[in-house]
């Protein structure tokens, strides 16, 4: 089955800066990518998501990148606010079931 | 219009108990799915409706867990002779079609097991 590592695992940035989250995964047939911002008590939320034949995309302040041949892809949030903290999550999926990793857990600072 | 809604939202049960977790889908969403978070870890999925069949149970972790849906719309998830390590947090997720990847999440039950 799929296997996906994200990291890091926390992650605090002052406001205004950027930040960037990296995931692994291990399945080649994998083709689509989301990542989900999940706040306190509350469910996942998809925030942006990937194709496997884009290499990137963006949407504001949030881009996702994608190397297929390295299997990995990255969120980068640029111009962080103090909103933006939450635990964000990535995913891969081939079918319909979603793989996801560990979480980063995603402070900004004022 | 109104997103996944999951009820309880919260569940203490005590052990060897049975417990069921509801899902209402998002209106006209056929795929629906259920998966289990744990402290501080990822989502783990555990079973995929498309309709009232489902095509994968591969993530449900031993015969206490089953789950149903009816009418292509509400699902539950039961949980029988409940153990401690089954508290966690329980999201349903559902998605308009079998070929549409967005899956969009409920605000999940937390079920503690006592």
């Known amino acids: 089955g799929e296997n996906v590592e994200q990291h890091p695992s926390t992650l605090s940035v002052q406001e205004g800066d950027s930040a960037v989250i990296k995931c692994t995964y291990s399945d080649s047939a994998s083709n689509y990518f989301p990542w989900y911002k999940q706040e306190l008590g509350k469910g996942p939320q998809l925030i942006i998501d990937?194709?496997?034949?884009?290499g990137e995309k963006k949407d504001q302040r949030i881009a996702v990148t994608l190397n297929k041949t390295a299997k990995h892809f990255s969120l980068h949030i640029t111009e962080t606010q103090p909103e933006d903290s939450a635990v964000y999550f990535c995913a891969a999926s081939r079918a319909n079931n979603l793989f996801f990793g560990t979480g980063t857990r995603l402070t900004v600072i004022p | 219009g109104a997103g996944v809604s999951q009820s309880p939202s919260n569940k203490v049960t005590e052990k060897g108990k049975d417990v069921e977790l509801r899902c209402d889908p998002i209106s006209g969403h056929t795929a629906l799915y259920w998966y289990r978070q744990s402290l501080g870890q990822g989502l783990e999925f555990l079973i995929y409706?498309?309709?009232?069949?489902?095509?994968?149970k591969s993530g449900l972790p031993s015969d206490r867990f089953s789950a149903e849906r009816t009418g292509g719309s509400v699902s539950t998830l039961t949980i029988q002779r409940t153990q401690q390590e089954d508290s966690a947090v329980y999201l349903c997720?559902?998605?308009?079609?079998?070929?549409?990847?967005?899956?969009?999440f409920g605000p999940g039950t937390r079920l503690t097991v006592t």
């Open positions: 990937i194709r496997s034949n884009v």
């Open positions: 997720a559902s998605s308009f079609d079998r070929g549409s990847r967005e899956q969009y």
């Open positions: 409706f498309q309709g009232n069949s489902a095509p994968d």
